[in-house]
């Protein structure tokens, strides 16, 4: 049995060169529910155990977006699966260094396995939700607009059907 490991540290994380903070890579972990074709997220909780939002971290020298946002799917989530294209990015304020402001790329990230055992399964839970509970749910105003993007292009292509 193979045993996954959170990455740790920031010797290897990119910065902006336009803000000086972190590149942050996330996905919006998702499946189509039944024949009424409605997006479930994944949502997790912070460290500290509360808070909704999606997986997210930085962006290392040694790996693209993708697999950056794949990655932290793995560890914060506990789920594989397949990244589709970038939803966009934002520029927002850490909660945590208050002068730096961070560059947040989004990606949907369509969730084929669920793991039983993750690298943060200790520090962090993860529920399914709707879209209306993570719109509720979700402080980071910059997520809930990723999810918005989302949500816009599940439709789009389910009109095109």
């Given at each position: ?74 560890e914060e989530a506990g789920v594989l699966g397949d990244t589709e294209p970038v939803?966009?990015?934002w520029h927002y304020q850490s909660r945590r260094y208050v002068d730096q402001t ?60």
């Amino acid at each position: 049995m193979a045993v996954l490991v959170a990455r740790q540290g920031r010797e290897l994380q990119r910065y902006s060169p336009n803000t000086g903070g972190r590149i942050v890579v996330g996905c919006i972990p998702y499946r189509v529910r039944g024949d009424d074709g409605e997006l479930e997220v994944l949502v997790i909780t912070s460290q500290k155990g509360h808070g909704m939002m999606f997986p997210k971290g930085g962006w290392e020298v040694d790996e693209s977006m993708d697999e950056a946002a794949r990655r932290e799917a793995l560890e914060e989530a506990g789920v594989l699966g397949d990244t589709e294209p970038v939803l966009g990015f934002w520029h927002y304020q850490s909660r945590r260094y208050v002068d730096q402001t961070y560059e947040g790329f989004m990606f949907p990230l369509r969730v084929a396995d669920e793991l039983h055992q993750w690298p943060e399964m200790a520090s962090r839970k993860r529920t399914w939700a709707t879209v209306q509970q993570v719109m509720d749910g979700c402080p980071h105003w910059w997520m809930r607009e990723a999810l918005e993007k989302l949500v816009a292009r599940h439709a789009k292509l389910q009109s095109a059907l």
